[in-house]
């Protein structure tokens, strides 16, 4: 059985951080893409950051680039978002994902992500002003 757990969400306040984490199970962790999805309420879900496990390469959305780091453990089968500096558009639910795309094509697929990827239930995420 297919499984991504994510957890690391919460409240904070602008300019603060986060580490989410996805711990995934029941695949190949180390050939896939995977990455975060986020979507705020009113707005369409978007890619925030992926990776491909294969060769480490990252991809982030400009709203992101330089505040969040993303990193994946292939021995722990366990994926990372480092969030700092969080501004208050940066709330929204955040959901991992894994698809046997490369991390660049797996965040940039239209209409909010692969529907046939994998997908955890979401962690929420809330930075105040």
């Known amino acids: 059985e297919v499984q991504l757990v994510e957890s690391g969400g919460g409240l904070v306040q602008a300019g603060g951080s986060l580490n989410l984490s996805c711990a995934a199970s029941?695949?190949?962790?180390?050939?896939?893409?995977i990455g975060w999805f986020r979507q705020a309420p009113g707005k369409e879900r978007e890619g925030v950051s992926c990776?491909?496990?294969?060769?480490?390469?990252?991809w982030y959305a400009d709203s992101v680039k330089g505040r969040f780091t993303i990193s994946s453990d292939n021995a722990k089968n366990t994926m990372y978002l480092q969030m700092n500096s969080l501004k208050p558009e940066d709330t929204a639910y955040y959901y991992c994902v894994a698809d046997t795309l490369p991390g660049a094509v797996l965040c940039t697929v239209p209409g909010g992500g692969p529907p046939a990827g994998y997908w955890g239930q979401g962690t929420q995420v809330t930075v105040s002003s």
């Open positions: 029941g695949f190949r962790f180390g050939v896939y893409g």
């Open positions: 990776i491909s496990n294969s060769d480490g390469s990252t």
